[in-house]
């Protein structure tokens, strides 16, 4: 048996085919994960994501610290909430964690994967040797995400005053606490919507009300291609320890300036950057009918062979689409191998579907 | 539960075979296998004239989440395929024993015999299970 969130018996009444996801016991679907996927593109749907780590990052070296620890810069943290996303990288430059942390009034709060867990509070705590710095897990609570076009206005008709507030008010990107609620404007499908952290002991009774008010329950199955729609890695499958993000679509995550900033993996990376990265991930399209899913062979005609991390059939588009680590010379074209036969695909940029847009 | 018509035989590998008043098999995969499986968004089907023994791979049907072979339940020439299902592969999540994959003619009918029935399927499920 495996973790359960707060929610597991919610979800057992509500349908869910239940599937272990990196040690917890976790909704798939309650149905069909195609019909929960166009529900958040096109209204809105609630996701339990209580198996995510919050790690709070306090005391007067947090921002210090954390200059250190990971390779964007909370530095450009200007305004109160503002979130950033980054890799945590080891000192080979590869990715041990990607991760979103927010500027709170009495320092940073970081939410890391599940998966990657132990791993990453282990490393957070070896780094934090040296800063005038305290980094607390918060077991004590839960997470839930409301996703898609109607997610801000069906959430805030549910909550009291000043939390409907919170929620009008949020920029994109931004998270604030209400009371003993954390608010924020995130999410992982390429909508809008929030991603709202709250005492564990609230959770069942605000699902129940978000569920009862029509706001539809979405499983990680449909997590899992809106996410592969927006063009957003997966931990373990886009990248992992032994891939630079440089070569995971992540460059725009490493805060190059100021040079002195010398954050975990900076060497490595300017090495790479001089040598000229020899790999890059980007998007595939099917044209014809099949399914392109992880680690089949993605063949380049005069570059080279290079393979696909993440493919599903989209939903959204009504056909298969996936990422793909391929050598840096790769043009428009390639061809993916599906049970020993070739098929052509389109190359292209890794972000299919944004707030409900084609992007191809 | 599962729905297991009792007047269709089963392979072990989840496909229902029914024998036709004419002395053909039509063949298709069970609600089982569907629910397994989740929405299926792609189905590869058998070429029309293709001799094939049981147990042979005849086919393959992918959901959002997998890819599954499908095999051929017992040993026979295919005469016909449902290339509906090609366009909307959904209909075998909604309606699987409607939605047949393909039919053949069996070289051996007493392969059929073979096969499990309703009772002996569901024992097998259970035991998957």
């Given at each position: ?12 009444a ?20 195609v ?39 909370v ?31 009495d ?11 132990d ?57 604030l ?18 991603e ?64 002195e ?12 950057r ?39 059939f ?6 298969s ?40 | ?25 039509t063949?298709?995969i ?43 339940p ?56």
């Amino acid at each position: 048996m495996g973790q359960r969130t707060p929610l597991y018996e919610q979800h057992l009444a509500l349908g869910a085919k239940m599937v272990d996801f990196g040690g917890w016991d976790m909704p798939l679907h309650y149905g069909s994960q195609v019909e929960e996927h166009h529900q958040v593109r096109r209204d809105c749907g609630v996701f339990d994501v209580s198996h995510m780590t919050v790690v709070d990052v306090a005391g007067s070296g947090a921002k210090a610290y954390l200059q250190h620890l990971l390779a964007n810069d909370v530095a450009r943290l200007t305004t109160l909430g503002k979130a950033l996303y980054s890799g945590m990288l080891n000192e080979r430059g590869g990715v041990i964690d990607d991760l979103i942390v927010y500027l709170a009034e009495d320092g940073y709060r970081v939410v890391v994967n599940a998966s990657t867990r132990d791993k990453d509070l282990a490393w957070m705590q070896a780094q934090a040797e040296g800063f005038e710095v305290s980094v607390e897990e918060r077991p004590d609570v839960a997470m839930l995400a409301i996703q898609g076009p109607q997610a801000r206005a069906k959430v805030a008709e549910l909550v009291s005053q000043p939390r409907a507030a919170l929620i009008h008010e949020l920029k994109p990107f931004q998270g604030l606490a209400e009371g003993d609620w954390f608010i924020g404007r995130t999410g992982y499908t390429g909508e809008d919507g929030l991603e709202i952290i709250l005492p564990a002991a609230e959770a069942s009774d605000f699902f129940c009300e978000l569920v009862g008010a029509g706001i539809a329950p979405i499983g990680l199955g449909a997590r899992d291609t809106l996410r592969l729609e927006a063009g957003l890695n997966l931990y373990g499958q886009d990248m992992d320890e032994n891939v630079s993000p440089l070569a995971a679509n992540m460059g725009w995550t490493i805060a190059w300036e100021p040079a002195e900033r010398d954050f975990v993996g900076r060497a490595a990376l300017e090495s790479q950057r001089r040598n000229g990265e020899s790999q890059k991930l980007v998007g595939l399209v099917l044209e014809e009918r099949g399914v392109l899913r992880a680690h089949q062979v993605v063949r380049v005609g005069g570059v080279g062979d290079g393979e696909i991390t993440s493919g599903s059939f989209s939903p959204t588009l009504g056909k298969s689409i996936a990422l793909a680590r391929v050598p840096a010379a790769t043009g428009e074209r390639a061809e993916v191998e599906i049970r020993g036969k070739w098929y052509p695909v389109r190359v292209v940029q890794p972000s299919f579907v944004r707030h409900g847009k084609v992007l191809i | 539960m599962s729905d297991i018509p009792s007047d269709l035989r089963y392979a072990a590998s989840h496909e229902w075979a029914r024998l036709e008043a004419d002395g053909s098999v039509t063949v298709g995969i069970s609600d089982h296998a569907q629910e397994a499986l989740g929405d299926v968004v792609f189905v590869e089907l058998p070429e029309v004239g293709q001799q094939l023994t049981a147990g042979q791979e005849a086919g393959v049907v992918e959901s959002v989440k997998a890819a599954s072979d499908i095999y051929a339940p017992v040993s026979g020439e295919v005469l016909e395929v449902n290339s509906a299902l090609t366009d909307s592969p959904e209909q075998v999540n909604g309606d699987p024993y409607g939605s047949w994959f393909f039919r053949l003619q069996p070289s051996d009918k007493a392969e059929l015999d073979k096969l499990l029935d309703a009772s002996g399927y569901k024992a097998s499920c259970d035991s998957d299970a």
